[in-house]
């Protein structure tokens, strides 16, 4: 890719650290190296034509799949999952926003555009900026991912949170200008999620999320119900350039990133219960759970 190419696209990626501390019952710490991508959502097809090691819903090294992020229900889907819903009462779960494939002519880029048309933002000529992990190989988990949306100007509109387990379920936190403060959006919300077995579904996510520039500074703590903050997490990072090169690079410098965190994730689970934690099955308490996509197939009987 030419300096001139490399200029006329805003996609990057970060070089970062990740940090989990844990303050109650018990301590528990850990930090990882990482890196994100940092993508805009109209330079994907650019990307693929570009560069050797991206490629847009195919194989490759690196690889952006609309499946893997937000998936609204289409009409017919949405007549389907209200009967599911209503059968679903008679177990006793809470399952919404229930989805399934649809066209694959729908792009993230559409997906989210719709979303946050439902939250009455409209990004007209602006841009929508994806700070998120890339499939490796074809294989993909996203623990986070972050929409950070512009106007035409590039000033910020909004920002959302793309929440998932290791069930592959979902959660959007959207982040409005009420949420913005100066070019941080801040939030404190209950996450009726099951994000960890380890936390309960209605304890409390508190967001500081500092628009990406040079640096990357995002910082997400968990609150209990009594107000009484219990875990802390980081993801601080530096730009780096989106060349063929740099993605060559972090490909060996740290080989199957999303299969790594996977792994880390269930490693870390394993000696929080050894500490004996608290475990909460997955099956347990899901009437907590609330607003959730792509939702764990065994839930609907």
Same mark, same amino acid.
């Given at each position: 890719?030419?300096? =001139?190419? =490399?200029?006329?696209?805003?996609?990057?990626?970060?070089?970062?650290?990740?940090? #989990?501390?844990? $303050?109650? /019952?018990?301590?528990?710490?850990?930090?990882?190296?990482?890196?994100?991508?940092?993508?805009?959502?109209?330079?994907?097809?650019?990307?693929?034509?570009?560069?050797?090691?991206?490629?847009?819903? =195919?194989?490759? $090294?690196?690889?952006?799949?609309?499946?893997?992020? $937000?998936?609204?229900e289409s009409k017919e889907q949405r007549a389907k999952n209200k009967e599911q819903r209503a059968m679903s009462k008679d177990t006793g779960s809470n399952i919404s926003n229930l989805t399934s494939h649809i066209s694959k002519q729908i792009s993230t880029k559409q997906q989210i555009t719709t979303y946050l048309k439902s939250h009455n933002v409209e990004i007209g000529n602006g841009k929508i900026m994806l700070l998120t992990n890339l499939s490796v190989l074809s294989y993909n988990f996203n623990p986070v991912s972050f929409y950070f949306c512009f106007?035409?100007?590039? #000033? /910020? $509109?909004?920002?959302?949170?793309? &929440?998932?387990?290791?069930? #592959?379920?979902?959660?959007?936190?959207?982040?409005?200008?009420?949420?913005?403060?100066?070019?941080?959006? =801040?939030?404190? &919300?209950?996450?009726h999620f099951y994000v960890s077995p380890f936390i309960d579904l209605d304890d409390s996510f508190d967001f500081n999320l500092v628009i990406?520039?040079?640096k990357l500074d995002i910082k997400?703590?968990?609150?209990?119900?009594?107000?009484?903050?219990?875990?802390?997490?980081?993801?601080?990072?530096?730009?780096?350039?989106?060349?063929?090169?740099?993605?060559?690079r972090y490909f060996f410098a740290i080989?199957?990133? /999303?299969?790594?965190?996977?792994?880390? &994730?269930?490693?870390?689970?394993?000696?929080?219960?050894?500490?004996?934690?608290?475990?909460?099955p997955k099956a347990a308490n899901q009437d907590l759970q609330k607003d959730v996509y792509k939702p764990y197939k065994t839930k609907l009987k």
């Open positions: 890719m030419t300096t =001139k190419e =490399k200029m006329n696209l805003t996609s990057s990626i970060y070089s970062a650290k990740v940090m #989990h501390h844990r $303050l109650a /019952p018990k301590k528990h710490s850990f930090w990882y190296n990482v890196y994100m991508f940092y993508i805009d959502l109209d330079d994907i097809e650019t990307l693929h034509k570009k560069l050797r090691w991206f490629s847009y819903n =195919k194989f490759n $090294l690196f690889s952006f799949r609309d499946k893997n992020h $937000l998936v609204l106007d035409e100007n590039n #000033h /910020p $509109l909004c920002a959302v949170a793309e &929440i998932s387990n290791t069930y #592959h379920e979902m959660k959007m936190f959207f982040f409005g200008k009420d949420e913005l403060d100066g070019n941080i959006f =801040k939030q404190r &919300i209950q996450k990406p520039t040079e997400i703590d968990d609150y209990d119900k009594e107000g009484n903050r219990f875990f802390i997490s980081t993801l601080k990072g530096e730009k780096r350039a989106l060349t063929n090169t740099s993605m060559l080989p199957m990133i /999303p299969l790594r965190i996977m792994w880390l &994730i269930h490693f870390q689970a394993f000696k929080l219960w050894l500490k004996k934690i608290k475990y909460h």
